[in-house]
């Protein structure tokens, strides 16, 4: 008997929550956090957010059909398409948005694939949704023989396609302490942290003091991506502009969208809420603490889940049929 081969799966069962419980302490939710667990001392009270951040964290994966929305590295993936009437290949993620695209092959049988070299300046990624290629790259301004290139594809002709890409928003805490003025910071997990990205640290702190408070941080021009390894390896990320503030270690650092954060918030909210918070509730229009449409306030957890989900929406993949 043949036993098959299997491919072994590249993501693990989420570990780690998309906001720190630090960073949830930083946001106004009118939570008394030091009392979660009536009698607790502080650990265990910071142990019993985490849990419940990583279960809103998961929840939100659920949402939007499954997919990590944190940084991550899609291996082997195959899909099959049609050329279109101009040549190109247009293909569709399973995970998005796509950041980087570290290999690609096509063909128009499974089992005669040609390489696509990468990069290849006819690749097109348009909103990190939907990726479009003219099998042979350059090959319009090529003038040597195009059989290295592979046959020509006739429009509508089918397209088998394994590529690996780079998927989801940056999202990690940092491994190592940072002063002020720092020009880098050194993070757990550097996936899908480009040149040019803006990082926020969501650090509940007395900006003062200069220690320990929030902040956005822009990756240097000069820094040079690596492919993502499993599991990830601490990198040091280099800055355009210095520090404002000194940071611990295990401080949260983000490229998530502000509403995917709030998603995970409110869920967390929801999680946690007691029968009297709605007596406890400030007035303000900003964040899970918010009235609702008509008036209404967010007392009730239904209210919140129903908010929070409607936030995520907008991140999930498009449907393929």
């Known amino acids: 008997m043949t ?12 570990a780690v929550p998309y906001l720190t419980p ?15 667990i009536p009698g607790g001392v502080a650990a265990l009270q910071t142990d019993e957010l985490a849990e419940a951040l990583l279960s809103a964290s998961s929840w939100a994966v659920g949402v939007v059909d499954n997919m990590p ?24 993620p399973r995970h998005v948005p796509v950041r980087s695209i570290t290999a690609l092959s096509w063909g128009g049988d499974p089992s005669c694939m040609y390489t696509d070299t990468l990069p290849d300046s006819s690749m097109w990624v348009e909103d990190g949704r939907e990726v479009s290629f003219r099998p042979g790259g350059g ?42 003025g720092a020009s880098s910071v050194t993070v757990t997990d550097p996936t899908s942290i480009l040149p040019g990205d803006v990082l926020r640290i969501y650090d509940a702190g007395d900006t003062s003091s200069a220690v320990g408070a929030s902040e956005a941080l822009t990756v240097a021009a000069t820094y040079a991506p690596a492919i993502p390894t499993i599991p990830p390896t601490a990198t040091s990320i280099p800055l355009a502009a210095p520090t404002q503030y000194a940071h611990a270690a295990g401080i949260g650092i983000t490229g998530f969208p502000r509403r995917a954060l709030q998603a995970v918030i409110a869920y967390t909210v929801a999680l946690l809420m007691r029968d009297d918070t709605s007596a406890e509730r400030p007035a303000t229009g900003f964040g899970p603490a918010a009235e609702g449409r008509g008036g209404e306030p ?15 929406l907008s991140y999930a993949p498009v449907m393929r049929s």
């Open 139 to 180: 090959f319009q301004q090529f003038t040597g023989p195009a059989i290295q290139f592979g046959p020509s594809l006739r429009p509508q002709m089918p397209v088998y396609v394994t590529w690996s890409y780079v998927a989801g928003f940056p999202n990690a805490t940092l491994s190592a302490s940072c002063v002020q």
């Open 22 to 36: 630090a960073g949830f302490a930083a946001y106004p939710t009118w939570l008394d956090l030091d009392n979660l």
């Open 3 to 14: 036993i098959p081969v299997l491919t072994p799966p590249t993501q693990a069962e989420l």
């Open 298 to 312: 967010h007392a009730q957890p239904s209210a919140l889940v129903a908010e929070a989900t409607g936030w995520l």
């Open 69 to 92: 929305l944190h940084g991550h590295y899609v291996q082997n993936e195959m899909l099959r398409t049609r050329a279109g009437s101009g040549g190109r290949v247009y293909i569709q």
